[in-house]
């Protein structure tokens, strides 16, 4: 817990950092955004550096493919992840080996390669071993659509065009009423956001409560923004539909499920929990949730996502973003990561922590470690694509 608690002491002075950044910065200085050119770069802390301008594409691409389940599949890892050379999997192991060596030299302390089922490639910095954990931030959202998916597939959700309002009561009048689920799902539910947002709701006892008093900027569907607030407002949705905590929720229908057994979800101070943020777990343990999804949701022999909620996640959700789904990253028409399938994506936070999926090569990777200003998705997951040479 000590490298968790660190991280989110670093989070809170950023937040507060870049609270004064905003207050001294003259207005002139501030290009079209409304931020600087500083802010900016700050913000790109926060997520994922995203082509600028986004490609044009018309309509919406690049939906997922549901990839058929092997003839023969791995021991599930429920209790321990079973291990194979990057030969017996199909692997080039000096290019997967350049790969690892990427990472290592970008401030990671723990790199994980899962083919076919196997670990075919893990390594840890000095201090870590495979049961260390660490926060992974902004990974928890992919968690939290997961939950959304599951009170769906249960019946506690009627679908993602259920209007908010109907789990939250202070959204019940003509600006927030219209918000769908789905919206916050594909961060354009029109929610307020300005820097200071992100700032004041990390900083704020009550969570929960900051996020549902934010007014309305623009109506449902017209904008992306990427919004801590708005993923922040699922977590009065789980709890309404479902009667508990969402990381109680979790730990019922998902985390013990799968043998995420040290795993934890941490709350705000009166006891909500962040579901922007806050999952703290091991490499392998954040590894066995990617392996859920490549496995389209079925875990031993119970269907615990169904198919068509992993799919329709990781698919384009909106028009504005063709690199989101449902709280999940990803690789539109091949067009964010050149050297990586289009089928990939991943769950991304802060400081670079990562887990990628790529369905068509059968791969799960997870980078956790430090922030690393030069890493380049693109760089490592391509190493990782290239080594596989066969299936």
């Not at 999940?328 to 964010?336: A, H, I, R, S």
Request: charged share 20%; with cysteine.
């Amino acid at each position: 817990m000590k490298k968790g608690s660190s991280a989110h002491r670093f989070y809170s002075i950023f937040l507060c950092a870049l609270l004064i950044l905003t207050a001294l910065t003259p207005l002139e200085a501030r290009n079209q955004t409304g931020f600087s050119t500083e802010e900016q770069k700050s913000l790109e802390m926060l997520h994922p550096r995203l082509p600028s301008p986004f490609p044009k594409i018309s309509g919406r691409q690049g939906e997922t493919q549901v990839f058929p389940l092997p003839d023969e599949i791995a021991p599930w890892p429920t209790e321990e992840w079973s291990v194979s050379s990057p030969e017996e999997e199909g692997m080039d192991r000096n290019t997967l080996t350049r790969a690892f060596q990427y990472a290592i030299r970008h401030d990671s302390s723990a790199v994980l390669v899962i083919r076919n089922g196997y670990i075919v490639g893990e390594w840890y910095a000095e201090g870590w071993d495979e049961t260390t954990r660490q926060q992974g931030f902004s990974v928890t959202k992919s968690f939290t659509g997961a939950l959304v998916g599951i009170l769906i597939d249960n019946g506690a959700i009627n679908d993602p065009e259920q209007h908010v309002a109907d789990f939250v009561t202070d959204w019940n009048d003509l600006q927030h009423g219209p918000v769908m689920i789905k919206n916050l799902l594909s961060m354009n539910s029109g929610l307020h956001w300005n820097l200071l947002t992100d700032v004041r709701l990390g900083l704020h006892p009550n969570q929960m409560r900051y996020a549902i008093g934010l007014p309305m900027d623009h109506v449902p569907n017209e904008k992306w923004v990427y919004h801590n607030s708005a993923c922040q407002v699922l977590s009065e949705v789980i709890f309404q539909s479902s009667g508990m905590q969402a990381a109680d929720y979790a730990r019922d229908q998902l985390f013990d499920l799968i043998g995420m057994k040290t795993a934890t979800w941490q709350s705000d101070k009166v006891g909500n929990t962040l579901t922007y943020t806050g999952i703290v777990a091991s490499a392998r343990e954040f590894a066995k949730f990617g392996y859920l999804f490549l496995r389209n949701g079925l875990w031993e022999d119970r269907q615990i996502i169904s198919e068509h909620w992993v799919a329709k996640s990781t698919q384009q959700s909106q028009e504005q973003n063709p690199f989101y789904g449902y709280l999940w990253w990803l690789n539109t028409g091949q067009l964010w990561w050149q050297d990586v399938p289009k089928d990939a994506f991943a769950a991304m936070g802060l400081n670079e922590r990562r887990i990628y999926v790529v369905p068509s090569l059968d791969i799960i990777a997870v980078r956790l470690g430090e922030n690393a200003a030069s890493w380049s998705d693109n760089t490592f997951l391509g190493l990782i694509s290239a080594s596989a040479i066969r299936k």
